[in-house]
């Protein structure tokens, strides 16, 4: 992921600052040693030492050396201890939500729809059933909470985009106040380059700073700039749940990636869900409207294409309502997960009262080793 390019004089003369501080550091290190340390005894390479008395001397030393205070002792202990605590919990540490869990289990975010295309927020447990390749799953952990997520905003910064950053922005700066207050967002701006504008932050003032970094040039780098924050948010993230909220008024033509990688690279497991705003004319609207809904799709998130720029601020606030009313399901699949390949997911919701229910979530998910978020 790319900063901006003005940091890089800055950081040039940090490091350059902090070259010398180290050589001057090592110089004032080794004339210290030049200073404190005696004479060594003249021995032989390799031989015993040269007297009795000194090995006597070297004998009684050595224990001391290597005894612990009991303060030491207890502190390795618990450094010890503490791979061996149940993940399988949600706690608050400083302030901050984190959803821990077993690495085996396999987590998915379900949004529950009746008929009438209402979200459904009222079910239990024993609501459920998940199937991995069409094989039933037992229910490992069920929750059913607003908890903070980690989000991506990844917005257009083409030329075509430049007479609707204001509104696109002001979007997306509802979607941030309408969401969780403990959420960590990141802002990638991005044309035929994509910018990391702003690290994971709840700040809305710092969100609004990178909002308006707007150039409105070049092309439209779009699943290069997917792929760039999934793997950001897959090696920083610190909260389980993730969410990228992505806006874009055209088709991608300047990516390395393919559509089919970025989709691939989005369906590794515990990837982020997508929510995709469209700004699409006649043109431009067959290819990269099926793009854009295959992305959502697959990542169990919704695709929007609204008919003018006055509708984006409302369909803000309906990704902010579906995200903050989701249910979290949690198994362990029947085929280790060492066997690899890709697993398809299928979810399914049944109630009294209700009639057919449709449940979004991903589709599936391919393997891996990473840990659960810490």
Do not use: W
């Not at 979607?175 to 990141?186: E, G, H, M, Y």
């Not at 070049?218 to 950001?232: H, K, R």
């Not at 295959?294 to 008919?307: D, L, N, V, Y």
């Amino acid at each position: 992921m790319l900063l901006r390019n003005r940091l890089f004089p800055v950081l040039l003369v940090i490091l350059l600052f902090a070259a010398i501080a180290c050589r001057h550091q090592a110089v004032v290190s080794a004339a210290s040693r030049t200073i404190e340390q005696p004479a060594p005894q003249a021995s032989t390479p390799g031989s015993p030492s040269s007297s009795p008395q000194a090995q006597n001397q070297k004998d009684q030393t050595q224990p001391a050396q290597s005894q612990t205070t009991p303060s030491q002792t207890n502190q390795a202990q618990t450094t010890q201890a503490q791979p061996a605590q149940d993940q399988g919990q949600a706690s608050s540490d400083s302030g901050v939500f984190v959803f821990k869990k077993e690495v085996e289990e396999v987590v998915v975010h379900a949004t529950v729809i009746d008929d009438k295309n209402h979200l459904v927020t009222t079910l239990d447990r024993s609501a459920f059933s998940i199937f991995e390749n069409n094989q039933p799953q037992t229910i490992a952990s069920f929750r059913h909470e607003d908890v903070p997520v980690a989000m991506g905003i990844v917005i257009d910064n083409s030329g075509s985009m430049r007479e609707k950053r204001d509104k696109v922005n002001r979007a997306a700066l509802n979607l941030v106040r309408s969401s969780n207050p403990q959420d960590q967002v990141f802002v990638v701006n991005f044309n035929d380059e994509y910018y990391l504008d702003q690290e994971f932050t709840s700040d809305i003032n710092k969100l609004r700073q990178a909002l308006e970094k707007v150039e409105a040039r070049g092309g439209t780098a779009l699943y290069d700039a997917i792929v760039a924050s999934a793997v950001y948010m897959k090696d920083r993230a610190k909260l389980q749940k993730k969410v990228l909220f992505v806006v874009t008024d055209g088709e991608d033509n300047a990516s390395r990636e393919s559509l089919e990688e970025a989709v691939r690279r989005l369906q590794e497991e515990n990837g982020p869900t997508v929510y995709a705003i469209g700004l699409l004319g006649e043109e431009k609207a067959r290819r990269a409207r099926r793009a854009l809904e295959t992305i959502a799709q697959r990542t169990g998130g919704i695709s929007f294409f609204p008919r003018t720029l006055d509708e984006v601020d409302a369909i803000s606030s309906s990704v902010a309502h579906d995200i903050r009313n989701q249910y979290t399901i949690g198994y362990k699949p029947t085929t280790p997960k060492t066997a690899g390949g890709y697993r398809a997911i299928r979810v399914e919701a049944k109630a009294k009262g209700y009639g057919k229910l449709v449940v979004r979530t991903r589709s599936g998910y391919y393997p891996g080793q990473e840990h659960a978020p810490q």
